[in-house]
């Protein structure tokens, strides 16, 4: 488990490392250092994430239970994660008319940026509300 | 539904973490299936009631029956 944990940090820091230097290179001249700071910098968390699912997200711990699906957390998930789906949705479809009926036009990293912001907090304060509401 | 799965687990001794490493769900579920806040699969109602050697009716029963 620690060498799993170790190699999905290394995956994270390489991935965030290709990432900076990749928007460092395509970048305009002479911003190589900032924008591959920048961008490392802010790509380290969700490159983690990513190698804590390649290494670590499909195994078992010794503490691990041995039918998590029955578990009353797997439930917690399955619902935070449908309701969070559907307020994404409206969401989505809400800005989608605004956006239609306004003319505007914005910009689309903001648009998914906000909207897998928006989908991220969802889920945690879902899921938080569920496990206080029954602890 | 109600039960008295805390019963049941108390006449024996076990603590709810026991119970949960005996059922091979986590503390939080035995804690919440008491509550009567979260209903068992049936699949774990039948490894409950395996385990106390009565049956699922014996544990647990409708909230309106």
Redesign the interface.
């Known amino acids: 488990m620690v060498l799993r944990s170790v190699a999905a940090g290394v995956t994270g820091l390489l991935t965030a490392a290709a990432l900076g230097l990749l928007a460092g290179v395509l970048g305009e001249p002479g911003q190589f250092w900032l924008r591959a700071g920048v961008f490392a910098a802010c790509t380290l968390g969700p490159a983690c994430g990513l190698g804590w699912l390649l290494f670590v997200a499909g195994t078992t711990g010794p503490d691990a239970?041995?039918?998590?699906e029955?578990?009353?957390?797997q439930?917690w998930w399955q619902r935070s994660a449908a309701s969070a789906f559907l307020d994404l949705l409206v969401v989505a479809g809400l800005v989608l008319t605004a956006l239609a009926v306004t003319d505007l036009r914005l910009d689309a990293v903001t648009v998914l940026t906000g909207l897998v912001v928006l989908g991220l907090a969802d889920v945690t304060v879902r899921l938080a509300v569920l496990h206080r509401r029954?602890? | 539904m109600r039960n008295d799965l805390s019963e049941r687990r108390q006449a024996r001794g076990w603590s709810q973490g026991r119970l949960?490493e005996e059922?091979?769900?986590?503390r939080?579920?035995v804690?919440?299936?008491e509550?009567g806040?979260?209903d068992?699969?049936l699949?774990?109602a039948f490894r409950i009631a395996g385990l106390f050697d009565c049956r699922i009716e014996d544990v647990f029963s409708p909230d309106g029956g």
Do not use: N, Y
Request: hydrophobic share 45%; glycine share 4%; proline share 11%.
């Open positions: 239970v041995a039918r998590p029955e578990t009353v957390e439930l029954e602890a | 949960a059922l091979g769900v986590s939080q579920t804690i919440s299936i509550k806040r979260f068992p699969s699949p774990l």
